[in-house]
């Protein structure tokens, strides 16, 4: 995971995650899941996603997240003096979050129809947010998402697209990556609105996009020798 990449840069101990550690989470806790979407299950079923009997199979939200986190906080601290002073010298990575929303839903939707739901998905990140903040969060990371259109879960599953909807310079799909563009659009539009009404609150957006496009563009420079899409 990322926060393993920042605490072995920080030479810090990894945070243990919370559904297998046993000791104490006062210098840390991960409640990341793998596959976990923004979204809560009731809107992929809505939607009849991933489709057919199959019912979606996780229940590991950024809401159920949440929930983990604030039945956790009365063994971190005990009066809001005490938890705002902790969380207040706490960092928050908050995702990344939206890519497993986006994935899942490509198995039963078009990009299109999958843009139409990145809205949602910003909403939901802002709420975590903002209920974080609430807890006594001041200082919080939220990463944007990465281009999907290279990556090769998408390009083994659109194995099949027409030569016009790949990036002659990068052979990502094009469509894919767009959507992760906008969704990063409205994703800092979204927490420039929450800087502006929280200003005593740091607020720092991650850019997961850029750098790995900068490595399927110069992949040399990275140490990459084979197909760096592979």
């Known amino acids: 995971l990322i926060i393993d990449f920042i605490a072995e840069n920080l030479g810090l101990p990894y945070v243990p995650p919370t559904l297998v550690h046993n000791g104490s989470f006062r210098r840390g806790a991960n409640f990341a ?4 979407t923004a979204l809560d299950t009731g ?7 991933p489709g057919g009997s199959s019912k979606f199979p996780l229940n590991t939200s950024l809401g159920v997240q949440l929930e983990w986190f604030e039945s956790m906080k009365p063994t971190l601290c005990r009066t809001p003096r005490e938890c705002k002073n902790f969380f207040g010298r706490s960092l ?4 990344e979050f939206g890519v497993n929303d986006y994935h899942f839903s490509f198995q039963r939707k078009t990009v299109q129809e999958v843009r139409s ?13 903002e209920r974080l903040i609430k807890h006594g969060a001041r200082s919080l990371v939220v990463p944007g998402v990465i281009p999907s259109g290279c ?6 599953k659109f194995a099949g697209a027409p030569p016009t909807a790949y990036d002659s310079k990068t052979g990502c799909l094009t469509a894919h990556n767009e959507l992760g563009l ?14 502006t009404k929280h200003r005593n609150i740091k607020i720092i957006y991650a850019d997961f996009f850029g750098p790995i496009m900068e490595m399927v563009e110069s992949p040399h420079k990275f140490g990459f020798e084979e ?3 592979m």
Request: a negative charge.
């Open 182 to 195: 906008y969704h990063n659009l409205l994703l800092q539009a979204a927490l420039a609105k929450l800087r």
């Open 33 to 36: 899941v793998g596959a976990a």
């Open 151 to 156: 990556s090769p879960p998408i390009l083994t």
């Open 227 to 229: 197909d760096v899409l």
């Open 117 to 129: 739901f990145i809205p949602d998905v910003v909403a939901t990140i802002s709420m975590a947010i």
């Open 43 to 49: 809107f992929f079923h809505e939607r009849d996603i």
């Open 92 to 95: 928050f990575l908050v995702g």
